[in-house]
């Protein structure tokens, strides 16, 4: 029933679907350390942005949240 061809084919397959397998699991794991690093930078860029938002208030300025950093208070009386 199973000739010496069919056997060394289905090896081949064999060897074959397990590269394939091997290469898409490491494109997997590299897209999913990528994402890590991005979020791992956000957090810490977030950290240092509560920072000087809590500097800048303590500074008794005002923070800019569209323009990511702080500003001074303008007064603004009557003319």
Known sequence: ?????????????????????????EGGEDT????????????????EGALDYDACRDAGRVWSFGAGKCLRFEARGRN
């Open 1 to 25: 029933m199973f000739t010496p061809r069919i056997i060394g084919l289905l090896a081949i397959l064999a060897v074959i679907a397990t590269a394939a397998l091997w290469i898409y699991r």
């Open 32 to 47: 999913r350390n990528a994402n890590e690093r991005q979020n791992n930078e956000a957090a810490t860029r977030a950290d």
